[in-house]
């Protein structure tokens, strides 16, 4: 079975700092695909990047990067310049087509930005 | 990327009473899945609904608690059947983004059972 481990389930971090939130995983899959998912207040759930797992380059979108290693299964996310907007919730989900493509998600780190 | 309408936003329910959830697409997708998310904690897998066939429960979920309808392409509905304090959750249904790996989630529906 497919799991999913963050291990900080809260982390803070002063405005226009940088922040890494920890995650790994577990699959005897090879073809795979993982996610870091915002969930504000709100409750929406919100895509923040993606990563395919036979790609070698680490995925970046914005102020947000990963780095993902495939051997050690870690998925790490860096937020750069932390803004107030992004506190949330913040989990770490996995994918794959050979498991029906279900989403397994980790338990959330709660991420506070202080102003 | 499709767009989910998620109805109802929030509810308060008596024990013992039943609550209908539906999720409206704004394309056709072939599979959609229902979460709940307890209090505090993480997405956990309801089932998967697949237009034209018996939706698939995970383990720890029956059909006679959490039924699903899926009648066409971009539509579902779960219940939530006989209702006690412990099914207070959000519940939130979702569908894969075509082509791009990613996943679009409904707003969710938070229940509170009284």
């Known amino acids: 079975a497919q799991t999913v481990t963050q291990s900080q389930p809260e982390m803070s971090v002063q405005e226009a700092e940088t922040v890494t939130l920890s995650c790994t995983y577990d699959?005897?899959?090879?073809?795979?695909?993982l996610f870091w998912y915002k969930q504000p207040p709100s409750r929406q759930m919100i895509l923040v990047i993606r990563?395919?797992?036979?790609?070698?380059q680490n995925a970046t979108e914005n102020r947000f990067s990963v780095n993902f290693q495939k051997a050690a299964k870690s998925f790490s996310l860096k937020i750069s310049d932390s803004q107030l907007g992004d506190t949330a919730m913040y989990f770490c989900?996995?994918?794959?087509?050979?498991?029906?493509?279900?989403?397994?998600f980790g338990a959330g780190t709660i991420l506070r930005v202080k102003s | 990327s499709a767009v989910i309408s998620q109805k109802p936003s929030r509810d308060i329910c008596q024990r013992g009473t039943s609550l209908t959830i539906q999720c409206q697409v704004d394309?056709?997708?072939?599979?959609m899945f229902w979460y709940r998310q307890q209090p505090g904690q993480s997405l956990t897998l309801i089932a998967t609904?697949?237009?034209?066939?018996?939706?698939?429960?995970e383990s720890g979920f029956v059909i006679d608690k959490f039924p699903i309808s899926r009648p066409n392409l971009t539509f579902s509905t779960l219940t939530v059947s006989n209702m006690s304090p412990e099914d207070s959750s959000i519940y939130l249904c979702?569908?894969?983004?075509?082509?791009?790996?990613?996943?679009?989630f409904g707003s969710g529906t938070r229940l509170t059972v009284v």
């Open positions: 979702s569908v894969p983004r075509p082509g791009t790996y990613g996943y679009t």
């Open positions: 699959t005897s899959e090879n073809n795979y695909y």
């Open positions: 990563q395919e797992a036979y790609k070698q």
């Open positions: 989900a996995f994918g794959a087509m050979e498991y029906g493509n279900k989403l397994v």
């Open positions: 394309s056709q997708v072939t599979m």
């Open positions: 609904a697949n237009q034209g066939s018996e939706a698939t429960y």
